[in-house]
C-alpha cells in the first residue's frame, strides 16, 4: 500500500497555490492539501495539522521561510521540507540546507516534477519484514541524504549555481560514479543514458548541461576554491576538465571520505 501524503503549501502567491491544489488533488497518494500565505500562518498550520511535508517559499511575510523550518523543527516537528524559490544564489540555497531541506528548487516549478520530488522523500521507506530492514532502510536514506548535502557543498565552493539543469544532472552522475565507479569508463553509453531516463529528456542535452555546469564554475573564476577542494592545484584558469573527469574527480573525492 502507498504511503497517503499530506502537504502543506506554504506561498504568497495564491495562483500557484491553486495551480499546485488542483495538481496534486488528482491523485489518490495525496491524502491531504493545506495551505498558508505567511510565515506565522504556515508555522501554526505545521503544529496543527502535522504535514508529512511543506513545500514553502523562502520569501514569507511576518516570518520567511527559514525561520519556518527552524521553529517547526524547534517544535520537533517531523515535517519534511522542500524549497520553491526564485531565490538563486548559493547563500541561499547553501542556508536551506543547512537547515535539513529535502530539496531547494527554483521557480518556475513543474508541478509533476515538485511531486516526483515529494514522492521520492519517501520513496525510501517501505512496509519493514523485519527489525534489521527497518535499519538498514534508515541507514540508507541518512547516507543518502549526506552524500547529497556533500556533493551540494562542493558545487556551492566551486560556483556551480542551482538554477541551471546541469547542476541536477551533474549531481546525478556523481552518485552513480559513487555507487558503480565502473560507469565513469562507459559515460556516453551508460552514464548519460540513464540520467536522461529519470529525468525525461535526452543523453546530448545531459552531457551539454553538465559541460554547461562545470564552464559556469570556471567563468566565475574560482580556481583557487575548486583546487582547495581537491587538495592539490589540479587546474588552471586556461584549462577545464572533461565531464568525465570533473565527475571522477569528485567522486573520487567523496569515496575517500567515506
Known amino acids: 500500500m502507498k504511503k497517503q501524503i499530506s502537504i502543506l503549501i506554504a506561498d504568497e502567491n495564491k495562483e500557484q497555490i491553486q495551480k499546485l491544489r488542483k495538481y496534486f488533488e488528482n491523485f489518490e497518494d495525496i491524502k491531504s492539501i493545506d495551505s498558508a500565505t505567511n510565515g506565522e500562518d504556515a508555522l501554526k498550520k505545521i503544529e496543527s495539522i502535522q504535514p508529512d511535508v511543506v513545500v514553502l517559499d523562502v520569501i514569507l511575510s511576518g516570518m520567511d521561510g527559514y525561520a519556518v523550518i527552524e521553529e517547526a523543527k524547534k517544535k520537533f516537528s517531523s515535517a519534511r ?117 529519470r529525468f525525461s529528456t535526452s543523453a546530448s542535452k545531459v552531457e551539454r548541461a553538465i559541460r554547461h555546469a562545470i564552464e559556469v564554475a570556471w567563468n566565475r573564476g574560482k580556481i583557487e576554491n575548486i583546487n582547495a577542494v581537491f587538495g592539490v592545484k589540479v587546474y588552471s584558469n586556461n584549462e577545464k576538465p572533461t565531464n568525465g573527469e570533473f565527475i571522477a574527480l569528485v567522486a573520487d573525492k567523496m569515496l575517500l571520505e567515506g
Open 81 to 197: 521540507f522542500i524549497v520553491v524559490s526564485s531565490l538563486t544564489s548559493e547563500t541561499f540555497v547553501q542556508k536551506a540546507m543547512n537547515l535539513g531541506v529535502d530539496y531547494y528548487m527554483v521557480k518556475p516549478v513543474q508541478p509533476e516534477l515538485l511531486l516526483k520530488r515529494i514522492r521520492d522523500i519517501f520513496s525510501i521507506v517501505k512496509e519493514p519484514t523485519s527489525e534489521i530492514t527497518l535499519s538498514s532502510q534508515g541507514d540508507k536514506k541518512n547516507n543518502l541524504k549526506l552524500l547529497e548535502e556533500k556533493i551540494t557543498n562542493i558545487f556551492i565552493t566551486v560556483g556551480i549555481p542551482a538554477h541551471i539543469k546541469g547542476y541536477y544532472f551533474l549531481r546525478e552522475a556523481i552518485k552513480m560514479a559513487i555507487e558503480t565507479p565502473e560507469v565513469v569508463n562507459s559515460i556516453t553509453k551508460k552514464l548519460y543514458p540513464s540520467i536522461a531516463e
